[in-house]
């Protein structure tokens, strides 16, 4: 399985890297990939983590609409203007992007949650009020 799957708790060290998860280095491996394109959420105060692969069936979707239209324009400004391509070094880290990181408002801890087929990186406390309101919103469709 390729998915990326739970919810891993990561320290930043004094330099700015993260260690990625192993279970999601092996995710990774999985889709024959070590990259990763980091950006941040445009709903949510976290930052998406994909796949290369993922990205680029993202990016061709953009093939599809009119190149001169807005709707493309707004698209790929949400799809590649605050987009990060990093690759983690052999031990896993990765040094994470200051304007990411203040747009999650990470400090020294974060959380890296699976998603599968991507995951997302959030300050603890505010994931836990993300999975609060997750965890209602679900109880109601129930």
């Not at 959420?41 to 609409?65: G, M, T, V």
């Not at 406390?125 to 999975?131: D, G, M, P």
Request: aromatic share 6%; charged share 25%; net charge neutral.
């Amino acid at each position: 399985m390729s998915a990326f799957l739970g919810t891993h708790a990561v320290k930043l060290d004094r330099k700015g890297r993260l260690s990625v998860p192993s279970a999601f280095r092996a995710a990774l491996s999985r889709l024959g990939t070590e990259d990763l394109v980091l950006r941040p959420s445009r709903r949510l105060p976290c930052i998406e983590a994909l796949p290369q692969p993922a990205f680029d069936a993202q990016a061709r979707a953009l093939d599809a609409l009119d190149p001169f239209s807005e709707e493309r324009e707004d698209l790929a400004s949400a799809l590649y203007a605050d987009a990060f391509p990093l690759r983690p070094d052999a031990e896993g880290r990765m040094t994470l992007p200051d304007t990411l990181g203040k747009h999650a408002g990470l400090d020294d801890s974060l959380l890296c949650v699976g998603l599968g087929t991507h995951f997302q990186m959030w300050e603890p406390n505010a994931w836990a009020e993300r999975a609060a309101t997750l965890r209602n919103r679900s109880r109601g469709a129930a």
